[in-house]
Every structure is written in C-alpha cells, then in structure tokens.
C-alpha cells in the first residue's frame, strides 16, 4: 500500500513533467525521456561517474568536517556557560552571513583552491550543526551524569554510552538538514570556482542553454542522494533508536 | 562505635550544609551529624520526609561537596549508589547497564546476581521494556556488581506495593548476608529500617541532626510483634525527645 502510494506519486510527477513539457516546448522543458537518455548517454562517456563522484567526494568532506567541529563546539556550548557565552556573538554572525559572501571570502582570500571550497561549504553547515548540537547538550540529563561519575565510568564510556545517545535524535536532525545543505552549496562552489563536478557541469550547461543536461546532471544526484538517505541515514536511526518502544 | 573487628569504612562529620535558594535565601538542611560505620555494617538512616536524608547521601558519595565537614571513606572508595530512581541508561539492555558501570564483574558473578535479582530472562530488555520494581533491582543489581566497599541506598523501595517491598527487601538481605557489604540505608520507613540495618540512626526534621542511634539486635532476622513493638517504641521515645 505504502509502495503504491509512493510508485503513484512518481508516476503523477512524471505526467505533469511530461505535460509541462509539451505545454512550453522540449526547448524550455525537455521531457523525461530525452533527459533520461542524456544520463544514459553521460554515463556511457563516463563523465556522469566522475562529476558525480567528484560532488559527492565534496560533499562527503565538508559534511564531516562540519559534523565533527560542529558537534564538539555545540557540545562545549551547551555544557560549558563561559565557552557558551563567548562564543554565541560569532555563531550569530556565522549564521547570518550568507552562503554567497562566505564562498566568495573563501575564494578571494585563499584562492580557486579545493581547500577553500570546502572550508567555504562547511562554514556554511557548521552554525547550524551547532545551534542543534547546543540544543542537545542543554537537554542531557543531570542524573545520569551524576551515576556515570559515581560508578566511575572512563571519558570514552560516558562519551558513548551516556552522552552521545542522548544527542542521536539532535545529530540525526543535523545529518539530515544537513545532508541536503551541504550538496546544495557544494554545487555552488563547484559553479563559481571548480573545474569539474556536477555543479561546474551545470554551470556551462546553463552558458549553452542546455536545459536537457542541466536536468540530467540534477536528477542524477537527487537519485544519489535519495540512496544515502534510505541506505545510510535511515538504517543508522533505526539503529540508534532500537531501545525505544514501538508504537504497536 | 564500630562493631569489634571492623575497621571503619566511613567516618562522616557533617558540621553545616545549607544551600541558596531560587530567591536568594540560605537555607539550613544539615545540622551536626557524625557516625562511623564499620567494616559489613548495615546502617539506616531514618528521618521525616524533607530532612535532608537525600542531601546527606548526596554528600557521603561526593556529589556534592559543598559542606562544613568532611567524609572519610576507605583508600580505594569504591561507592555504590541505588538512587532513588533507578538512573538506567534507556538505551542500554539490562546486561549492558550493569557490565558498563561494572567492567570488571564476570559472568558467573552476573549469573547469580541476576538470579538472586529475578532478572535472569531480562537480561536483553530495554529499561522502557520494565516495570518500575524491576528496573529498581536493575539498579540494585548494578550496584552490587560494582563491588562497592560502601553500599548507599536512597529510599530504594519507595512507591512500590507491598508484596514487591517484601521480596526486594529479601533479596537485598540475601545479597549483603551473601556479600558482606557495608551499607547505609535511606528511608522513611521504620519498618524497613529495622528489618534491614544492624543500627539505626534517626534524624530530626530540617535542618537534619542525629537524634538517636538504635542497634538492633540479631538483624535481618525474623522477630516477634513484642520485639517490633519495642523497638518502635524506643524510636518514637527518641523523636519526642529529640
């Protein structure tokens, strides 16, 4: 029923794309087959393989190095008042600078390098990975803290089994947000300063008019993304949330 | 003050305790209280609701250390705790909340533990998955695996009906009579106390100082309606007068 539903959906999408196409012309709005053969022929040359895994090498780096900063920074925030308050003024300003002037900060200061790509991605991801991770801090629970010290429990025991359970359902929350962030600012650093990569594939697409591969290239890493969402982020919450008592 | 044989497992001298209040007022929990225990000693303190029994215990497993005092415990001091909630890790089964406070514990020691407990089949559960009485012997349970050479119980039977009270207080007896272990019992309960503790200690009201000590006589054994009936009346002699 479920799969129905969801098989339905599609293929109404599908419908629509397929009428909007005819209604303003293959020009403006190829239909979904001459899309899908674009990705059939992209993929045979081998460019779709690597501007892909190019993105999504991207994605993966500056996704963990906003995770990693930012669960360590939001964690000291949330436990520690002094940190907390010196650090509030610059987390606000990190998150109302926009994605754009960090990008181009980035490039100007440090170069078209890969390294400012990606410090410029994960600057724009790690605010709010910390305002979660805060949030999550502020919450955890006193008295457990108060029995892991008691029995005397080892840094690494009370990380793992006391504190970062606690945090799952506030690190979930930020993988998730932050998962479909991160690609999408990824692609725009890839536009103004990379030389390859979906987002630079997109860029001299759009130089030609090309709407065909523009959404070949897109449709492609949406069906990535949906795979790690399904194969990786939903099987890691089910794993984190055994414990809890199912709804019947 | 200790029982012949024992050296002492925990020499508390409490002069003060007071804490700030949300409106900025001090206010005065503990009094004078000093008591040694020896070594296997089962002591109970009992006290009016709000005495400050749970402060107290607070301060004898160092949670909290700001007092007029000191407290001396033994060199390793190694402190069990019961709270008065069972403080289970919600993610964790039954067995892995035990072996994480306790590492060093094997399995035949579990084994019996859980068996003496009645946890055996629940080893695998969730705490979600128990009842309050057991997740109360979970927590008794992961004390007692601790090997703790100070043993300290806050009102461990609290809300639980009756029948449950009687078995977990067996239980209990059976564990200490099993495993000598010194023990300090905080209740509200005269009964529990005397069915429990070697002596009792009992406490004004706020703020908190001892005003009676009762050994108890063969503990932890059957007695008679006469025999109880004295003893309460020796405490409720104490608290008049105190």
């Given at each position: ?9 599609v293929?109404?999408l ?28 992209e993929?045979?040359?081998?460019a ?6 190019v ?31 010196l ?15 960090i ?80 690609w ?65 | ?32 209280i ?26 004898i ?17 190694r402190?069990?705790i ?36 009645g946890?055996?089949?629940h ?45 977990l ?74």
């Amino acid at each position: 029923m479920n799969l129905a539903l969801r098989l339905g959906s599609v293929a109404f999408l599908l419908a629509v794309w397929l009428a909007g196409s005819q209604l303003v012309g293959p020009q403006l709005l190829p239909s979904p087959q001459t899309v899908g053969l674009a990705i059939v022929h992209e993929a045979r040359s081998g460019a779709l393989a690597f501007n892909l895994g190019v993105t999504l090498l991207r994605v993966a780096a500056a996704f963990t190095i906003a995770m990693v900063f930012g669960t360590v920074i939001g964690l000291a925030m949330g436990r520690i008042a002094v940190i907390d308050r010196l650090a509030d003024p610059w987390l606000v300003i990190l998150l109302n600078l926009p994605a754009l002037v960090i990008i181009v900060l980035a490039y100007v200061w440090a170069g078209l390098t890969e390294t400012a790509a990606l410090v410029a991605v994960a600057l724009n991801k790690l605010p709010i990975t910390i305002v979660t991770v805060r949030e999550g801090a502020r919450a955890l629970d006193p008295s457990l803290d108060e029995m892991a010290s008691v029995f005397r429990m080892s840094g690494w025991t009370r990380l793992r089994h006391v504190t970062m359970p606690q945090l799952a359902p506030y690190l979930a929350a930020a993988i998730r947000s932050g998962l479909s962030l991160v690609w999408k600012i990824v692609l725009i650093v890839e536009l103004l300063g990379r030389p390859n990569g979906v987002g630079f594939e997109i860029g001299v697409a759009f130089q030609l008019f090309d709407v065909t591969r523009i959404l070949a290239y897109a449709l492609s890493f949406v069906i990535v993304m949906l795979a790690i969402e399904t194969f990786l982020v939903q099987p890691f919450e089910r794993h984190v949330s055994r414990w809890r008592i199912k709804p019947a | 003050m200790s029982p012949a044989g024992g050296s002492s497992r925990l020499d508390l001298h409490i002069k003060h305790k007071s804490y700030r209040v949300a409106s900025g007022a001090r206010l005065h929990v503990l009094g004078e209280i000093s008591f040694s225990l020896g070594n296997g000693e089962v002591a109970a303190v009992v006290g009016p609701s709000g005495c400050g029994k749970t402060t107290l215990l607070r301060i004898i497993v160092g949670l909290d250390q700001d007092f007029d005092g000191s407290v001396v415990l033994p060199t390793h001091g190694r402190l069990g705790i019961v709270f008065q909630e069972p403080r289970l890790l919600p993610w964790r089964t039954v067995e892995e909340n035990v072996r994480l406070a306790a590492p060093q514990a094997g399995e035949a020691m579990l084994s019996a533990l859980f068996a003496t407990l009645g946890l055996s089949a629940h080893r695998r559960h969730y705490p979600g998955e128990l009842s309050l009485g057991l997740a109360r012997r979970v927590s008794l349970a992961r004390a007692f695996a601790f090997e703790p050479e100070l043993l300290a119980l806050d009102e461990p039977f609290v809300s639980l009906d009756a029948a449950l009270v009687e078995r977990l207080r067996a239980e209990l007896i059976e564990l200490v009579t099993h495993r000598p272990t010194t023990t300090l019992l905080v209740t509200h309960s005269i009964e529990e106390a005397i069915g429990l503790a070697d002596r009792i200690f009992l406490l004004s009201p706020s703020p908190a100082r001892v005003i009676a000590e009762i050994p108890i006589e063969r503990p932890r054994s059957p007695r008679s309606a006469v025999e109880l009936a004295v003893i309460r009346e020796k405490l409720r002699a104490a608290a008049a007068n105190g």
